[in-house]
C-alpha cells in the first residue's frame, strides 16, 4: 500500500525547481497515476505549483500575491 502524502513529498522535492511535467516526475520515481489520487493531489498542493507564466515548480510560498497574477511566481509576476 502506497503513503500517498509521503509520495507527494518525494515528489514534491524531485520537481520544485524544474520544469519537468508532473507525469514524468511521478513516473520516474516509481508513483505512476499519482495524479489520480486525491490524498496525493492534496498534499502536492500544499507544496509546490507550477508557474503559469514561467512553467517551473516552485514552493507555495513563491507564489505572487497578487491576485491580477494567479498562480505565478513572484518572479514572473514582478516582471
Same mark, same amino acid.
Given at each position: 500500500? +502506497?503513503?500517498? #502524502?509521503? #509520495?507527494?513529498?518525494? &515528489? ?5 525547481? +524544474?520544469?519537468?511535467? $508532473?507525469?514524468? &516526475?511521478?513516473?520516474? $520515481? ?6 489520480? &489520487?486525491? =490524498?496525493? !493531489?492534496?498534499?502536492? @498542493? +500544499? $507544496? &509546490?505549483?507550477? !508557474? ?6 516552485? =514552493? ?5 500575491? @497578487?491576485? #491580477?497574477? @494567479?498562480?505565478? !511566481?513572484?518572479?514572473? #509576476?514582478?516582471?
Amino acid at each position: 500500500m +502506497t503513503d500517498w #502524502a509521503n #509520495a507527494a513529498e518525494k &515528489v514534491a522535492e524531485a520537481i520544485r525547481g +524544474t520544469s519537468e511535467s $508532473l507525469d514524468a &516526475v511521478c513516473e520516474r $520515481l516509481g508513483f505512476d497515476g499519482a495524479f489520480n &489520487v486525491p =490524498e496525493f !493531489c492534496n498534499r502536492l @498542493d +500544499t $507544496l &509546490v505549483f507550477e !508557474c503559469a507564466a514561467c512553467g517551473w515548480w516552485c =514552493e507555495m510560498s513563491e507564489m505572487s500575491d @497578487d491576485e #491580477a497574477h @494567479d498562480w505565478e !511566481c513572484s518572479d514572473c #509576476a514582478d516582471d
